[in-house]
C-alpha cells in the first residue's frame, strides 16, 4: 500500500516536470514569435515612418535640388545672354572691323556643345560652369582683340585726310584718278599713285591734315618740287609738281594750312596738283578723303583751330 503511494508520487512528479518543461518550451516560443515580430514591426514602422532625422534631411534635400534648378535655369539664360554677345561679336563687331567669325571649335573653347544646363532630368555639373567660363575667356579676349584694333582705327582714322588740298572754287579739272591709267608723257598703261587736279599756277595748296613735313624740295625723282607729310600711324600725303613751297622739313603744319603753289616742276605737261595719299608707304586711293564742302574762310579758320 505504501509502497503503491510512492508509486504514484512518483509518477505525478514526472507529469507535472513534463507539464513544466511543456510550460516554459512555449513561453520561448512566443519570446522568439515576439522578438521576431518586434523586428519585422520596427522594420516596416521605420520603412513608412521617417526618424525625425531623416525627415530633416529630406526637406533639406528638397530645398537643395529646387535650389540647383533654380541656379541650372539661370545659367540657361546665362548661356543664351552668351550666345547672343557670341552671334552680335561674329556677325557685327568683327565684321564691322574687317575680321572673320571665331571658328566654332575657338568659341566653344576646346569643351564642346551648346548649353542646355537645366533640365527636369539632369543637374548642372562642375563641368558646365567650367564651360561658361571657357566661352566667356574667348569672348573677352575677341572683344579686346576688337577693341585694340577699333582704337587702331580711330587713330588712324583721325590722321587721314579731312579735306581737300585744293579748293573747290580752285579746281578747274579732275584729270586723273587712282591707278592704272595710259600714262600722258610715255602713253603706257602704268599705275598712277595719286591723283591729278588741273588749277592755274600759282593756286594754294593747302595740308589735307595736320602733321610734320619730312620732305620739302625737289629731289629730282619726277615729282618736282615736292612736300610729303607725314600725319602719324603711318599715314602721309604726298604734293608734287609745286611752283613754290612755303614749308620747311620738319616743321608741323595744322589742318588746311597752306603749303605750297600749284606749278609745273617735275616730269609734267600743265599746271596741276599731282595729290597722294600713303598708308605705310604703299599709296592708296586718296579720293574717299576729298572734302571739297570747305570755303577758304573755313580753311583760315580750320588752320587758325588746331
Ligand atoms: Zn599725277
Not at 191 to 212: M, P, Q, R
Not at 216 to 238: E, R, W
Request: net charge neutral; proline share 3%.
Amino acid at each position: 500500500m505504501e509502497q503503491e503511494r510512492n508509486s504514484m508520487n512518483a509518477s505525478n512528479l514526472v507529469i507535472n516536470q513534463a507539464k513544466s518543461l511543456k510550460t516554459n518550451g512555449g513561453f520561448l516560443k512566443v519570446l522568439f514569435v515576439s522578438f521576431i515580430m518586434g523586428i519585422g514591426f520596427n522594420l516596416s514602422f521605420s520603412y513608412f515612418f521617417d526618424s525625425p532625422e531623416e525627415i530633416i534631411l529630406k526637406k533639406q534635400n528638397k530645398e537643395l535640388q529646387t535650389k540647383l534648378y533654380a541656379i541650372g535655369y539661370r545659367m540657361d539664360s546665362i548661356d543664351n545672354y552668351l550666345a547672343h554677345i557670341q552671334q552680335k561679336d561674329d556677325y557685327l563687331y568683327r565684321m564691322l572691323l574687317n575680321e572673320k567669325p571665331l571658328e566654332k571649335e575657338i568659341r566653344m573653347a576646346g569643351i564642346g556643345g551648346a548649353g542646355y544646363f537645366a533640365t527636369l532630368s539632369s543637374y548642372i555639373t562642375p563641368t558646365d560652369l567650367e564651360r561658361v567660363e571657357a566661352r566667356l575667356a574667348v569672348q573677352m579676349s575677341s572683344l579686346n582683340e576688337l577693341t585694340h584694333k577699333a582704337e587702331k582705327i580711330v587713330k588712324e582714322y583721325a590722321c587721314l585726310p579731312q579735306i581737300s588740298p585744293i579748293l573747290q572754287t580752285d579746281l578747274i579739272r579732275f584729270t586723273s584718278g587712282f591707278g592704272n591709267r595710259n600714262h600722258p608723257i610715255y602713253h603706257l598703261e602704268k599705275f598712277h599713285k595719286g591723283i591729278d587736279l588741273t588749277a592755274n599756277k600759282g593756286t594754294s595748296v593747302y595740308a589735307t591734315s595736320k602733321g610734320k613735313v619730312v620732305i620739302a624740295s625737289n629731289q629730282a625723282d619726277g615729282y618736282g618740287n615736292k612736300v610729303v607729310i607725314d600725319h602719324g600711324n603711318g599715314i602721309k600725303t604726298v604734293y608734287a609738281h609745286l611752283s613754290k613751297i612755303l614749308v620747311k622739313a620738319g616743321q608741323e603744319v595744322n589742318l588746311a594750312q597752306e603749303i605750297g603753289k600749284v606749278g609745273n616742276s617735275g616730269r609734267s605737261i600743265a599746271s596741276h596738283l599731282h595729290y597722294e595719299l600713303r598708308r605705310n608707304d604703299e599709296p592708296i586711293d586718296p579720293t574717299p578723303f576729298l572734302d571739297w564742302d570747305f570755303s577758304e574762310e573755313e580753311y583760315k579758320a580750320l588752320a587758325d583751330g588746331n
